[in-house]
């Protein structure tokens, strides 16, 4: 099985910060990473696909990056409606998704 | 509007089975393959179960093969997630979700609460 590895499991920010999260997979999975926002009490958003591929209707603040085995996941500019919970997914022919990051308020 | 409506959550005792419903509204049913995912209370989600889009393929997680069913009734346009065998460790929110570019829409989830 492959497992998804998220770093950091929190991390506190202020309205404009740069965040960059980080995803590891144990295999090298390709490009078949992908990337939600949750809110509390709400079904996960899909932001990212094929790693580095923007959602349709996604601001462009959020960007993703890498391929095979390490993958980032970045915020250009912090929004208020920005902090949530972040999952990267594995999918394509087996899906696991990482433990998440929680993004609060510092 | 692209909708999935999930059902059939509730309060079941351990050992027992349970129904759960995802209904697809506004777009073509048979053309996507469709996820189960859970997640437990303040646990990131876990994937369940899968169906093709021609429903000749499933898969599911370790934690539930032999126990959950996954099938799809294209009349309908409707998921569904037979539980049987239910554990307290099934306790979670149930979501369903289609594979597009990767889980692209999800429902609002149903709550399924295992406890005696």
């Known amino acids: 099985d492959i497992q998804m590895t998220q770093s950091p499991s929190t991390l506190s920010a202020s309205v404009g910060d740069r965040l960059t999260i980080t995803c590891r997979a144990s295999h090298s999975i390709n490009k078949w990473l992908a990337w939600y926002q949750q809110k509390p009490g709400r079904a996960p958003k899909l932001l990212i696909y094929?790693?580095?591929s923007l959602e349709s209707g996604v601001p462009s603040r959020f960007s993703g990056s890498g391929s095979g085995t390490e993958f980032t996941l970045t915020i250009s500019s912090l929004q208020p409606d920005d902090f949530a919970s972040y999952y990267c997914?594995?999918?394509?022919?087996?899906?696991?998704f990482g433990q998440g990051t929680k993004v609060d308020i510092k | 509007q692209l909708r999935l409506v999930e059902s059939g959550g509730g309060v079941v005792q351990p050992g027992k089975s349970l129904r759960l419903s995802c209904a697809a509204f506004g777009f073509t049913f048979s053309s996507y393959p469709i996820h189960w995912v859970r997640q437990a209370p303040g646990k990131g989600p876990e994937w369940v179960a899968f169906?093709?889009?021609?429903?000749?393929?499933?898969g599911y997680a370790d934690s539930v093969k032999g126990r959950f069913t996954i099938s799809r009734d294209y009349y309908k346009k409707t998921l569904y997630l037979q539980m049987n065998r239910l554990r307290a460790e099934d306790t979670s929110v149930y979501y369903c979700?289609?594979?597009?570019?990767?889980?692209?829409?999800w429902g609002q989830g149903t709550t399924v609460t295992v406890s005696s």
């Open positions: 169906i093709s889009d021609d429903g000749n393929n499933e």
């Open positions: 997914q594995h999918y394509n022919t087996y899906w696991t």
């Open positions: 979700a289609t594979e597009g570019h990767a889980f692209d829409l």
């Open positions: 094929e790693a580095s």
